[in-house]
T-cell receptor, first 113, second 110 residues
Framework: GNSVTQMEGPVTLSEEAFLTINCTYTATGYPSLFWYVQYPGEGLQLLLKATKADDKGSNKGFEATYRKETTSFHLEKGSVQVSDSAVYFC????????????FGSGTQLTVLP | SQTIHQWPATLVQPVGSPLSLECTVEGTSNPNLYWYRQAAGRGLQLLFY??????ISSEVPQNLSASRPQDRQFILSSKKLLLSDSGFYLC?????????FGQGTRLTVV
């Protein structure tokens, strides 16, 4: 079946530090891959996505590259801000089932000033 | 543009009481609709999904149920709440790949 494994949290960084949150997946075919962000007390918001191998999704300084050879979609940001503190979810959509999105367990990020 | 409305935002209910959470979507037709639950400090658990009116698939056996009386309306219900039903409930819709989420309902069963 489909699954997403992401880096255990929580992650605590100082402002302007480099961020990497690892995400690997298992799926048949060529799924689309997503990163969602959840700020405290809110629903999830789409942060970025990639729909095919070697695509790079980017938004708000965050980037992730779809690596089919390593089945990975790691989230990176060169310089985090306090406002980036949130829970980040990696997800995949196999595009072959109405059940669709499979989420990772989420990674709590706290950025200290 | 598409929007999703979920209410109420917070709810405190006694054990054994009924539950009804409502979600409506605007600006799209025939969306796939989802109910997720997020326990404190944990990931998302898919509870129900629906591909059309009256079509409900249950992912996890529990005392919750879902209904889709209209194309863009999705309701999560319970006849008798348990303490373990406490959590953050999220409604979402999807048409081609990515999902769009409501703001969530914080349910506390006391």
């Amino acid at each position: 079946g489909n699954s997403v494994t992401q880096m255990e949290g929580p992650v605590t960084l100082s402002e302007e530090a480099f961020l990497t949150i690892n995400c690997t997946y298992t799926a048949t075919g060529y799924p689309s891959l997503f990163w969602y962000v959840q700020y405290p007390g809110e629903g999830l918001q789409l942060l970025l996505k990639a729909t095919k191998a070697d695509d790079k999704g980017s938004n708000k300084g965050f980037e992730a590259t779809y690596r089919k050879e390593t089945t990975s979609f790691h989230l990176e940001k060169g310089s985090v801000q306090v406002s980036d503190s949130a829970v980040y979810f990696c997800a995949l959509n196999p595009l072959n089932s109405a059940r669709q999105l499979t989420f990772g367990s989420g990674t709590q990020l706290t950025v200290l000033p | 543009s598409q929007t999703i409305h979920q209410w109420p935002a917070t709810l405190v209910q006694p054990v054994g009481s009924p539950l009804s959470l409502e979600c409506t979507v605007e600006g799209t037709s025939n969306p796939n609709l989802y109910w997720y639950r997020q326990a404190a400090g944990r990931g998302l658990q898919l509870l129900f999904y629906s591909v059309g009116i009256g079509q409900i698939s249950s992912e996890v056996p529990q005392n919750l149920s879902a209904s889709r009386p209209q194309d863009r309306q999705f309701i999560l219900s319970s006849k008798k709440l348990l303490l373990s039903d406490s959590g953050f409930y999220l409604c979402a819709w999807s048409t081609r790949g990515e999902a769009f989420f409501g703001q969530g309902t914080r349910l506390t069963v006391v």
